[in-house]
């Protein structure tokens, strides 16, 4: 059996997909959804059940999974198939994508109950569970960048935002008690794709930038706010979902552990991008560049890049899309198409 947090989430319900796809369906997906659209994301998924996130805290705070659990099979009972006999009742992996995503979360309390203590819960069942524990901390860690893109300086970062440090405190707490060789933590850079529609401001730019040529017929940029690049030619890794969700499942069936980066480790700039969603929609290139609000410049990050020096030892031989190609795929055959979910 599987648990996946944040299930009805971007990441989160394109990894559900990837697992259906390897025949993967005894699944417990575990979210808040809310008044958002994020049910929309579980569309064609198979999973065994969906509970609640605070609904699962409590089920983990009292010690009472294996009632849960037992609760879940007494639904199939008189089930003429005998699903019982198809459901490992054993957790094997817990991929805890659930968290507050945003950036620019001013409430550090609400930021350490859900990334940080939630975090603290869900390890501590998979140890219980003796289950495999892969868990998304975040490339918001890195700061802008002091001290490189490496995942071994997680004691020596200095994140930008409450964000990137509630996620920072949870991978110094694995690292403080010994437990970083035992989990797969995953810091996720600039990643896009279907499935993002719910995340508003915190969608990718990709995403945004559709938007606006489909409003405007140009796209907005912000102006740099350093010498040392040119307008539009700040950089960062921008990794497609599908790549993501690949890359993701390689290193779990490696049986690898620690922290590993995801992304592409090549920078791209925003005009490339920009230029690429043009291209794409086979329209004349219109950027127009703005400046930069005074809160978001004295934060900014000009440039990321992942170092995969990690997973490229691991001898993967994991093949990334191009930008070009990624952003053709996701506008061609999901923004475009009358089916916009993975």
Not at 1 to 22: D, P, R, Y
Not at 87 to 107: L, M, Q, R
Not at 208 to 221: A, R
Not at 278 to 289: E, K, P, S
Request: aromatic share 16%; hydrophobic share 35%.
């Amino acid at each position: 059996m599987i648990i996946v947090t944040g299930g009805a989430g971007f990441i989160g319900s394109c990894f559900i997909n990837k697992l259906n796809s390897l025949g993967y369906t005894d699944i417990i997906v575990v979210d808040n959804i809310g008044n958002t659209n994020k049910w929309k994301n579980l569309l064609n998924k198979s999973f065994l059940d969906f509970v609640d996130k605070k609904k699962f805290k409590e089920i983990l705070e009292e010690n009472k999974f294996h009632k849960y659990f037992v609760d879940v099979l007494s639904k199939f009972k008189n089930n003429s198939s005998n699903i019982e006999s198809k459901i490992n009742p054993k957790v094997e992996y817990i991929f805890h994508f659930g968290a507050c995503s945003s950036t620019t979360e001013s409430d550090f309390n609400y930021l350490l109950e859900n990334n940080y203590e939630y975090s603290k819960l869900m390890y501590h069942f998979a140890l219980e569970n003796n289950a495999k524990f892969i868990y998304a901390s975040s490339a918001a860690t890195y700061g802008l960048g002091e001290s490189g893109y490496s995942e071994s300086q997680n004691l020596k970062l200095r994140p930008l935002n409450g964000y990137g440090y509630s996620k920072q405190i949870f991978d110094i707490w694995l690292k403080n008690y010994g437990q970083l060789d035992n989990v797969i933590g995953l810091k996720f850079f600039n990643v896009f794709g279907p499935n993002e529609y719910h995340k508003a401001n915190m969608s990718s730019m990709i995403y945004k930038s559709y938007l606006q040529i489909k409003e405007h017929n140009f796209i907005n940029l912000f102006k740099s706010n350093t010498d040392e690049y040119k307008d539009g030619e700040q950089l960062r890794d921008f990794i497609y979902i599908k790549d993501t969700a690949d890359l993701v499942w390689d290193i779990v069936k490696n049986n690898e552990f620690g922290i590993f980066n995801i992304g592409t480790g090549k920078a791209r700039s925003w005009n490339d991008l920009a230029k690429s969603v043009f291209n794409t929609l086979d329209l004349d290139v219109d950027i127009r560049y703005i400046d930069m609000p005074d809160n978001i410049a004295k934060q900014y990050q000009n440039y990321t890049e992942a170092d995969l020096n990690k997973i490229n030892n691991l001898e993967l031989n994991f093949k990334f899309r191009t930008l070009e190609d990624s952003i053709n795929d996701y506008i061609t055959n999901y923004l475009q198409s009358d089916w916009q979910y993975l």
